[in-house]
């Protein structure tokens, strides 16, 4: 098991590729802590991991409100004594619309959520690990932080996540003499989120898989198999890299 007696929080643990990365890291061994802002939805994503009750630990928590977030944290290192590993899942997406169609509302929604929010959970874990002296964070991003999708309108979006590239990149340098790593992994098109719904029209799905190099959607497993592997002391080298894990489409010119 690789991740053997590690303690693990997840934000936004009851989504998609939440809910892989905490069944993939209790395989693992990992103790995981799944954070979301809706109990009874983070209560029944919980009870689809085998050994729930003995492996995880559902707590509602705004990752926007930094009392929350202190408090939180705070019980979870009372809780198990150390966090090892922090996986910042949680964001929100906009409806594609065009940027000068937009409140400022709108854009404060994304970057509460996708940025300052990553920013407030980060720091409040940051002093745990300093004080176990080891610890590994994991930012979910995404390949739209790369490249603009010509007709998909998300220029915030894509500027919130191109954000986290380079918090991973300065968080990685200027902890890294105190041993914590930190890293990101930037999915393609996954099956997950919004996106599922798309993919129910075997036409809209064959358009999709016809433009990924490796001819197939990714799945949440996907994206999850890497955070494992980045969690794991075969990685303990490995530290500030931004993983595109999109079947070779930020690769490709299409």
């Known amino acids: 098991m690789r991740l053997k007696n590690k303690v693990a929080i997840v934000t936004g643990a009851s989504s998609d590729i939440g809910l892989e990365i905490s069944k993939k ?5 990992a103790n995981v802590v799944l954070i979301g802002r809706n109990r009874e939805k983070l209560e029944k994503t919980r ?19 930094e009392s929350q977030v202190i408090q939180t ?8 004594g150390k966090i090892d590993i922090l996986v910042n899942n949680a964001a929100v997406i906009n409806e594609p619309i065009h940027f000068h169609e937009m409140s400022e509302s709108d854009w404060m929604s994304l970057v509460n959520t996708n940025l300052l929010g990553t920013f407030k959970i980060t720091k409040s874990v940051l002093s745990k690990m300093l004080e176990n002296k080891s610890g590994c964070i994991i930012n ?4 739209s932080s790369e490249r603009a999708i010509p007709k998909v309108h998300l220029t915030v979006y894509c500027t919130t996540k191109a954000a986290i590239n380079m918090f991973t990149k300065g968080i990685a340098v200027e902890y890294a003499r105190r041993n914590i790593r930190c890293n990101c992994i930037n999915p393609g098109i996954v099956s997950a989120g919004m996106i599922k719904e798309y993919l ?3 036409e809209a799905r064959k358009v999709l ?3 990924q190099p490796l001819n197939r959607i990714g799945e949440p497993a996907d994206v999850a ?12 080298w490995i ?11 930020s690769a490709s010119e299409g």
Not at 25 to 29: A, C, I, T
């Open 25 to 29: 890291f209790v395989e693992e061994g």
């Open 47 to 65: 009870s689809t991991i085998k050994n729930y009750a003995t492996s995880t630990v559902a707590i509602p928590c705004d990752i926007t409100n």
């Open 73 to 80: 944290v705070n019980q979870v290192a009372d809780h198990y």
């Open 140 to 143: 979910i991003g995404s390949i």
């Open 200 to 202: 129910g029209y075997p």
């Open 209 to 211: 898989e016809d433009r």
């Open 225 to 236: 198999n890497a955070a494992v592997y980045l969690s794991s002391d075969e990685a303990n």
């Open 239 to 249: 530290s500030g890299i931004i993983l595109n894990v999109d079947g070779g489409k």
